[in-house]
């Protein structure tokens, strides 16, 4: 079993720029994903990554905008997201997935999950 905890949501201007973070208990080699949730909206997966960067997915929305990537340490997953726009207001988690390999967006395939940070992107 491994818990989440995230940090780095905030508010900001459309155009600008947040950090976010999320840190394992412990060593976790398997996906780790990140996701959002809007009011009234569905979960959606946002990024994920899988050992370290072999295999990095994005949603065609974040493509190009946001950067997800881990530390040497398998602890701790960051999500650089730039160009931030009102549409990516959200409250935003961490999520480790069950896969044995290879990686997903998919809400249904990670089983521990975080509390979650809120990011707000004003017009």
């Known amino acids: 079993q491994v818990q989440l905890v995230e940090s780095g949501g905030g508010s900001v201007q459309a155009g600008g720029s947040l950090r976010l973070s999320c840190a394992a208990s412990?060593?976790?080699?398997?996906?780790i994903g990140w996701f959002r949730q809007a009011p009234g909206k569905e979960r959606e997966g946002v990024a994920a990554?899988?050992?370290?960067?072999?295999?990095?997915l994005y949603a065609d929305s974040v493509k190009g905008r946001f950067t997800i990537s881990q530390d040497n340490a398998k602890t701790t997953v960051y999500l650089q997201m730039n160009s931030l726009k009102p549409e990516d207001t959200a409250m935003y988690y961490c999520?480790?997935?069950?896969?044995?390999?290879?990686?997903?967006?998919?809400?249904?395939?990670?089983?521990?999950w975080g509390q979650g940070t809120q990011v707000t992107v004003s017009s």
């Open positions: 990554i899988y050992s370290g960067g072999d295999n990095i």
């Open positions: 412990t060593r976790y080699s398997r996906c």
């Open positions: 999520a480790a997935s069950n896969l044995y390999s290879g990686c997903s967006l998919v809400v249904g395939r990670f089983g521990y």
